[in-house]
């Protein structure tokens, strides 16, 4: 028997594997935050613009020229919030405040809104840099007491990507910024006196008495002092003297009190002596003399 042999053919089949690289996308957020003093006399919302800026760079892999970018991003309520208000601290302390997307502080830039709406989108070509910048704001509302310390205020907002779209391997990566609240010890005179006005008759049997109230606001626990320039002095003749109170009568030069963060009331005392022949050399005459009122603090 003859045996045919039989030839096998190995059939080698390769596959090769390419790995086609696509052009990697990255982006960053940065912002300087923002910082404001705060008056707490301020009767309006303390606004201050500032901005962020996004910038997205892609490298020189293969892949298409141009891909399209598409964010926008999201913030939390910092650090020290409370519920979802925002609050800068200060040594135990605090100071509401809020972020914004409009310049009237009218839209806050929390939760679920967002910064830019619509989202940006852009083309991004390879081996390029695009740094694009946006506005928000920072709200700080009137009639918060500032209570001791004075000071800066401080806090820490976190910003997040919340919407990212880029053809081809991509990394968003979120930032943060600082919010500085500047807080000093602040006193005023908010409602200015009033003249001092006395009605004399020359020889008068009763002493002559007047007053004009101030109004006074001041940092919790600031002490602080009022002071006139002179307390007794001569108009038309006519010895008179004043003196500071909490009551339209009697008092000291100077007067000492504490703030308590709202207005508080104090007067302007005059008197004048009675029995006094004046200098008028008519039937009626009448003299103005301007006294300086110092609040120190």
Known sequence: MKQKPVLWTGIVILLTVTNWAHALTTCSVSSPGF??????????TSITPTTFDVTCSRDNAAGPAFITVQYDLSVNNGIHVLGTQNRAALAGSFLNYHLATDPACAIPWSGATVIPTPPASFPLAKNSVVTNTHTFYGCILPGQLVLPPEGSYTDTVTMTFSLGKATGPSAFTGGAFPVTIVAPASCNITVPPAKVTFTYTAFSPAAAIASSTIVVRCTMSLAYTLALDATIDVLT?????????????????PLSSVGNGGPQSFFINGTMAAGQAGACASSACSGIQTRTLTITY
């Open 35 to 44: 910082a404001s003093g705060y008056v707490p006399l301020n009767l309006t």
């Open 237 to 253: 003749g006519l010895n008179y003297s004043l003196a500071l109170n909490n009551i339209s009568n009697g008092g000291v030069n």
